[in-house]
Each structure stands twice: as structure tokens, then as C-alpha cells.
């Protein structure tokens, strides 16, 4: 397989409609069409998961009431495989909580005339740095 040559377009409708469905109650359970039911992996600040069923677990486990992710930048590459890899950073709220810093990756995977998520790795930007 090639290297797609609309990585760039791909990825940021990608990320501008993960993100939509995401922060709207109504529509993040339509998340789940975005995944695999074996094939993808989440690593959410550490912990990690496997298929559509434990995926959508965690995401709808999350504390919060409102959500909204502003992104700041995407950055794309295509893969040998006809995949994309996309890199999202940004900051997101949640309910009353000070904005905080995120970066998310992507590996979005061929299927047919469209996509999944095969690995979707999340983590809060947060320095833990121990006094020495």
C-alpha cells in the first residue's frame, strides 16, 4: 500500500469531528463507530484498553459534566501502510476546572473506503518534577 497523499486533509477532518462528537453529551457515544471492536487500543494516562466495548467503558466513565477541547495544533504524517499517524495538542475544560493541557495521538487505520482508530494514546500534560 502507498503513502496516502490527503494525510494532511484526512487528519484534520479527523480530529475536528473526534473532537465535536466528543465534547456534545448527545453525540460521544458515537464514538464508538470510530473504533474497532478488537482492533483498537486506548492508553488513557497510562492505562490501557482494547476494543470498542472497554474503550467507550472508560471514556463514559469520565467525571465530568461539560467538556470542551481546543486545539492548538495537528500534526500529520502518513504511514506505509496507507494509515495516518495525527499528533493533537491543546488544552481542554471540564465543568468548573482550570483548563488543562492535553496531548493526544492517533493512528488512524485503512478499512475499506474509510478509517478506524486502531491506537488512540491520551495523556493530560502534567510535570511532576521531585525536588532533589
Sequence with gaps: MALNPNFNAIGSAFVQSYYQMFDNNATRGELAKLYNAEQSFLSFEGQQMQGTTKIMEKIN???????G????SV???PMFDGGILVNVMGQLKTD???P???M???VLK???DSFFIQHDVF?????????H
Excluded at 61 to 67: A, C, E, K, V, Y
Excluded at 69 to 72: I, L, S
Design 61 to 67: 466513565s469520565l467525571g465530568f459534566q461539560s467538556i
Design 69 to 72: 477541547h481546543n486545539v492548538t
Design 75 to 77: 500534526d500529520c504524517h
Design 96 to 98: 468548573q476546572d482550570i
Design 100 to 102: 488543562q493541557s492535553f
Design 104 to 106: 493526544q495521538n492517533f
Design 110 to 112: 485503512p478499512s475499506g
Design 123 to 131: 495523556r493530560l500534560v502534567i510535570h511532576n518534577v521531585a525536588a
